[in-house]
Nanobody, 126 residues
């Protein structure tokens, strides 16, 4: 079974930046991949993904501030987060699903995918 391991979370002040990473134990070409987050008391939401056409999709709340990218040779997915806000505070999860499944058709479906990492905490203070 594919494994996903996140790293790079931490604490930052409002307006700051962080980059989180996710290493996948398989060839990234087999999967659509993205990032989810879950804040205390809230449901899990899709933040950004690379879909089946390698197009990028972002949640409205992070457009223009977050950038998703991948290094296929390193089997690593990244999320560069700039201009962070306190409302970005959450546990961030790397997510993946095999290309061709419905969960890869859009960011709204990615939270229902089968593969997730253990999460990395991002805390933004005001």
């Amino acid at each position: 079974q594919v494994q996903l391991v996140e790293s790079g979370g931490g604490s930052v002040q409002s307006g700051g930046s962080l980059r989180i990473s996710c290493v996948i134990s398989d060839h990234t070409s087999r999967y659509c991949m993205g990032w989810l987050r879950q804040a205390p008391g809230k449901g899990r939401e899709g933040v950004a993904m690379i879909d089946v056409n390698s197009d990028l999709e972002y949640a409205e709340s992070v457009k223009g501030r977050f950038t998703i990218s991948q290094d296929k040779e390193k089997s690593t997915l990244y999320l560069q987060m700039d201009s962070l806000k306190p409302e970005d505070t959450a546990m961030y999860y790397c997510a993946a699903e095999v290309r061709g499944r419905a969960e890869c058709t859009g960011l709204i479906f990615l939270p229902y995918g089968r593969y997730r990492g253990q999460g990395t905490q991002v805390t933004v203070s005001s």
